[in-house]
């Protein structure tokens, strides 16, 4: 069974930076792309950021690029995303998503549960 | 970036109803979409990819087809249990993007 555990979201200063962390199980985690997908009551869902199965390729939102990095730990099953420079516009929920099969840019079949990232001074 | 324009945006329809949702691709992304469904504090749940093909564990009253630009999702016979908000989305080029959703009640 897939299973997704994120967590790191919290209340953060403009400016701050926050980790998300996305540890899976139940699939093969190093043969499977991953991405991050934000989600506002006012912008509905929003693609943020995708890695390649072996983290060589990553793709960003241009809102994000220079500000996010995502990243993986293969041998820990765990995605992650660094937000730096955070802005008010980032507060959303922050979802993780698997990419069936090997590829990057494919279809999203399974998502974590949501974690909260609320940008406020 | 492909906007990804869907509607109505919202519906309320009786349970037996047919309902049918419509999203339309500003340029042409061939098959590379899909639907979700998702319920008030829950992740989206994948029901249809590749335009028309049916995830497995999926009712069979749900059901997608088009191609290239435009796109309808159909309830068959709506369920008191298809209540949530149903969303399409392209995935044939970066960056990803989503239709706005439809909420769907029942009567």
């Known amino acids: 069974q897939v299973q997704f555990m994120v967590s790191g979201g919290g209340v953060v200063q403009p400016g701050r930076s926050l980790r998300l962390s996305c540890v899976t199980s139940?699939?093969?985690?190093?043969?499977?792309?991953m991405h991050w997908v934000r989600q506002t009551p006012g912008k509905g869902l929003e693609w943020v950021a995708a890695?390649?199965?072996?983290?060589?390729?990553?793709y960003y939102l241009s809102s994000v690029e220079g500000r996010f990095s995502v990243s993986r730990d293969n041998s820990r099953n765990t995605l992650y995303l660094q937000m730096s420079s955070l802005r008010a516009e980032d507060t959303a929920v922050y979802y993780c998503?698997?990419?069936?099969?090997?590829?990057?840019?494919?279809?999203?079949?399974?998502w974590g549960q949501g974690t909260t990232v609320t940008v406020s001074s | 970036d492909i906007q990804m324009t869907q509607s109505p945006s919202s519906l309320s329809a009786s349970v037996g109803d047919r309902v049918t949702i419509t999203c339309q691709a500003s340029?042409?992304?061939?098959?590379?979409l899909s639907w979700y469904q998702q319920k008030p504090g829950k992740a989206p749940k994948l029901l249809i990819f590749d335009a028309s093909n049916l995830e497995t564990g999926v009712p069979n009253r749900f059901s997608g087809r088009g191609s290239g630009t435009t796109f309808t999702f159909t309830i068959s016979s709506l369920q008191p249990d298809d209540i949530g908000t149903y969303y399409c989305?392209?995935?044939?080029?970066?960056?990803?993007?989503f239709g706005l959703g439809t909420k769907v009640d029942v009567k």
């Open positions: 340029q042409d992304i061939s098959l590379y």
């Open positions: 890695i390649s199965y072996h983290g060589f390729n990553t």
């Open positions: 998503a698997k990419v069936r099969g090997y590829t990057v840019d494919g279809l999203l079949d399974s």
């Open positions: 989305q392209q995935y044939t080029i970066f960056p990803f993007t």
């Open positions: 139940g699939f093969s985690f190093s043969n499977s792309g």
